[in-house]
């Protein structure tokens, strides 16, 4: 397997960024949610390399970018430096494909910080209250208690966690590369940190402006999502002007391992509009 690297570097706030650029043509911006990171869009990016030039990056506090003790990694900072990379980049209406919390970071951005895009595909994005696993809401009572686990025992946390993300079952060796950023003293403190940082607000603070996005909008929603349910999608898909909707099949929460090519022929047809 070619490793996943992430060779550039934006400080933000004094923290390290990890970023890549590759491919050639318009825009577009991949952004993932949590508790994954880039590496969601190994499967993907590929295959848009071929018409688009594709950024791809790791939130703060996440994958390859930094992470420290007392370091904000909330949705309130992460839309910030989503405009602020967009800025640095130097992009003018980028198209932009945005998973979980990557859904959130991608509709503050907009609504918030003016960031304008020539579309938007969310896959099932937190962008509706309520949002938060079972294991989330049960983690933010007792974040304390979690984070002083022994290494062993979260590892197997995590990785239960993961799998319950993907409908399909997955293998050891496809489960390690989401499984090794939290891994480790500083990895695990920055898995209950972010964990402990989520705060509905975030989505609440934007939620009643969803009626005034300005870009064409696709939602991708895998049918057997364990997370979030399909219908917190379909009614998003209401609340949003001239929204596309599409259930997808045989998918849990994290589509880009159960149907990768749903996701690319769907991002084709949107992007050649």
Avoid at 5 to 12: P, V
Avoid at 166 to 195: H, N
Wanted: aromatic fraction near 10%.
């Amino acid at each position: 397997m070619h490793p996943w690297l992430l060779d550039q570097r934006y400080l933000f706030q004094g923290q390290s960024v990890r970023f890549r650029v590759s491919g050639s043509g318009r825009p577009l911006v991949l952004i993932h949610g949590t508790p994954f990171s880039s590496w969601v869009w190994h499967r993907i990016a590929p295959w848009l390399e071929s018409i688009r030039t594709v950024y791809v990056y790791d939130l703060l506090g996440y994958g390859q970018s930094e992470q420290r003790s007392g370091q904000d990694v909330s949705l309130g900072v992460q839309n910030e430096l989503f405009a602020q990379l967009i800025a640095h980049w130097q992009l003018d209406h980028p198209d932009v494909i945005a998973h979980d919390f990557g859904g959130a970071t991608a509709l503050r951005a907009h609504l918030i910080n003016g960031c304008e895009y020539r579309s938007l595909t969310l896959i099932d994005p937190v962008a509706v209250a309520p949002w938060g696993s079972p294991f989330v809401r049960h983690v933010r009572q007792h974040v304390d208690a979690f984070a002083g686990m022994p290494p062993y025992i979260h590892e197997a946390a995590v990785k239960a966690y993961v799998r319950g993300a993907v409908a399909r079952a997955l293998p050891e060796d496809e489960l390690q590369p989401y499984v090794t950023p939290w891994l480790g003293e500083t990895g695990q403190a920055a898995f209950y940190r972010q964990i402990a940082q989520m705060d509905q607000r975030y989505t609440d603070e934007v939620e009643p402006h969803y009626g005034a996005i300005r870009c064409p909008v696709q939602i991708l929603w895998g049918e057997d999502d364990q997370w979030i349910p399909l219908e917190r999608g379909r009614h998003l898909a209401s609340v949003i002007p001239s929204a596309r909707f599409q259930p997808v099949p045989n998918a849990g929460h994290l589509m880009q391992e159960d149907a990768p090519e749903a996701i690319v022929a769907a991002a084709l047809a949107f992007l050649h509009q």
